[in-house]
């Protein structure tokens, strides 16, 4: 192991290659602005920053043209990616904003969030506050509504690329909330 003075260790790309190995999942942040759905896909995003209130987090780029017109919305629509939704992934990064859910099965909620059909879990949001950290954002979210769905494989990324997992559950919540984005 190197030792704690290694200039490797501040290195981007050592930096990069490190922060792929831990697993975390994909989710589609949405909303309808001025009608039209905009969408940031988050490799950042956390759950469990705090349960009462329910806070997430994610991390988003300065500059990000996404953001600044999605963080202006009333409510966002956060969708967890399910295993199946992964050759949808192109489609959501495209360079035309306008492209990114050709295609695709949304639904959207009298608030405006937006949503990916099939999610493995969605939660309706609210920025709760922003704060800069080093090249990005980290947005805290409020959860005002939310649901899962638990026969659907979540998306994740480790090691750069996209992944499944798949098991057997073994907590006593581990079930169907019932509940659909309204």
Same mark, same amino acid.
């Given at each position: ?92 990064? #495209? ?83 019932? #509940?659909?984005?309204?």
């Amino acid at each position: 192991m190197p030792t704690r003075t290694d200039p490797a260790r501040t290195d981007p790309a050592a930096v990069r290659s490190t922060f792929a190995r831990f697993p975390s999942g994909v989710a589609a942040l949405s909303a309808l602005v001025h009608e039209a759905p905009v969408v940031v896909l988050a490799s950042s995003f956390q759950v469990g920053i705090s349960l009462t209130p329910p806070l997430v987090l994610f991390a988003v780029q300065h500059g990000s043209f996404s953001w600044s017109q999605l963080r202006t919305a009333p409510r966002i629509g956060v969708s967890v990616l399910a295993s199946a939704h992964r050759p949808s992934v192109p489609t959501l990064t #495209r360079k035309d904003l306008s492209a990114r859910f050709d295609g695709l099965e949304t639904e959207v909620a009298a608030t405006g969030a937006h949503y990916l059909s099939g999610a493995a879990a969605w939660m309706e949001c609210s920025v709760h506050s922003e704060t800069a950290a080093g090249d990005h954002d980290v947005v805290v979210l409020r959860v005002h509504d939310l649901g899962h769905a638990a026969d659907v494989d979540p998306l994740v990324w480790h090691g750069s690329t996209f992944r499944t997992l798949r098991g057997t559950a073994t907590s006593p919540d581990h079930e169907d909330s019932g #509940r659909t984005p309204q």
